[in-house]
């Protein structure tokens, strides 16, 4: 039987500790500070980031270098004949299309993945994945099932602060003002692997309220029927994260509801604060 390797980067929420025991490569992602350069669980801790980011730092995120991936890569095949990677989504990140351009040197035993993901349903993606190879589906036949599932998933999140979207050109600087005056906390989705408005309220409660209602609506309508995953995500602020896990689990009681660390490079762009949810269909 052919031998698969799933492999990941730390966009999909995975810490390295949970890839180490479930036997997933996992690439740790850049990030920059004030000009100096990262990776995300490396010298710079999840706190202290946060801590650099609320004093005003300037921050940024980046691909991995190709010599990384082309170095990791050529590891794994050591003890493997194909190699799966599921990078974020390519509405996202270039890093999606540079790993596809990188593999078409291995002769198909590197597939990349693009199923339109990032945060709380990659991390979905990846588990289905492993699932997938153990039940004894080849790594080209995982690669188009989870392509083909892309659109299964959808995410919703809502920022405590407009200055880094600002920043990001995400909204104007005029509008960041106002929005901060009157308490506005835009809610964002992700779906289709593209970031987009998605409502504007008053207040995180409403906000909350918002993407709980979104999910739900999803999983009533888009997704009736179908077995679901469901996982809530905070940037910075554990106990405001494990405060939200409770909120959903309240509206989900029928699920189990798994509470994950945004990845430093998505909250580069939201800020400390956020909060966020996915709902992903799952085997």
């Given at each position: 039987?052919?031998?698969?390797?799933?492999?990941?980067?730390?966009?999909?929420?995975?810490?390295?500790?949970?890839?180490?025991?479930?036997?997933?490569?996992?690439l740790k992602?850049?990030?920059?500070?004030?000009?100096?350069?990262?990776?995300?669980?490396?010298?710079?801790?999840?706190?202290?980031?946060?801590?650099?980011?609320?004093?005003?730092?300037?921050?940024?995120?980046?691909?991995?270098?190709?010599?990384?991936?082309?170095?990791?890569?050529?590891?794994?095949?050591?003890?493997?004949?194909?190699?799966?990677?599921?990078?974020?989504?390519?509405?996202?990140?270039?890093?999606?299309?540079?790993?596809?351009?990188?593999?078409?040197?291995?002769?198909?035993?590197?597939?990349?993945?693009?199923?339109?993901?990032?945060?709380?349903?990659?991390?979905?993606?990846?588990?289905?994945?492993?699932?997938?190879?153990?039940?004894?589906?080849?790594?080209?036949?995982?690669a188009e099932?989870?392509?083909?599932?892309?659109?299964?998933?959808?995410?919703?999140?809502?920022?405590?602060?407009?200055?880094?979207?600002?920043?990001?050109?995400?909204?104007?600087?005029?509008?960041?003002?106002?929005?901060?005056?009157?308490?506005?906390?835009?809610?964002?989705?992700?779906?289709?692997?593209?970031?987009?408005?998605?409502?504007?309220?008053?207040?995180?409660?409403?906000?909350?309220?918002?993407?709980?209602?979104?999910?739900?609506?999803?999983?009533?309508?888009?997704?009736?029927?179908?077995?679901?995953?469901?996982?809530?995500?905070?940037?910075?602020?554990?106990?405001?994260?494990?405060?939200?896990?409770?909120?959903?689990?309240?509206?989900?009681?029928?699920?189990?509801?798994g509470l994950?660390?945004?990845?430093?490079?998505?909250?580069?762009?939201?800020?400390?604060?956020?909060?966020?949810?996915?709902?992903?269909?799952?085997?």
């Amino acid at each position: 039987m052919e031998k698969t390797a799933i492999m990941t980067d730390t966009n999909s929420g995975i810490t390295p500790q949970v890839a180490e025991n479930n036997g997933i490569f996992l690439l740790k992602m850049p990030f920059t500070v004030d000009g100096a350069e990262y990776t995300e669980y490396g010298e710079l801790p999840y706190e202290e980031f946060f801590c650099k980011l609320d004093s005003g730092a300037e921050v940024s995120t980046s691909q991995p270098s190709p010599g990384l991936l082309l170095e990791m890569w050529v590891e794994i095949l050591k003890s493997h004949d194909r190699v799966l990677y599921l990078p974020m989504s390519s509405g996202l990140s270039g890093t999606c299309e540079t790993a596809k351009a990188l593999a078409a040197d291995f002769d198909g035993k590197v597939i990349v993945i693009d199923n339109k993901r990032i945060s709380v349903t990659l991390y979905s993606a990846v588990f289905n994945a492993l699932k997938l190879s153990k039940s004894g589906m080849t790594a080209a036949q995982i690669a188009e099932k989870l392509e083909n599932d892309g659109s299964r998933q959808s995410v919703y999140v809502s920022v405590n602060t407009l200055e880094h979207l600002k920043k990001s050109g995400r909204v104007t600087a005029a509008g960041a003002a106002i929005g901060t005056l009157l308490g506005i906390k835009p809610v964002l989705q992700i779906q289709g692997g593209k970031l987009d408005a998605f409502k504007k309220v008053r207040g995180m409660k409403s906000a909350m309220d918002a993407m709980l209602d979104a999910i739900e609506n999803d999983r009533k309508t888009r997704f009736d029927g179908e077995k679901v995953q469901i996982r809530a995500a905070y940037s910075g602020d554990l106990e405001a994260g494990k405060e939200w896990q409770a909120e959903v689990t309240k509206r989900f009681p029928d699920l189990e509801i798994g509470l994950d660390a945004l990845p430093i490079s998505i909250s580069c762009h939201v800020g400390g604060g956020a909060l966020g949810i996915g709902l992903s269909v799952i085997e």
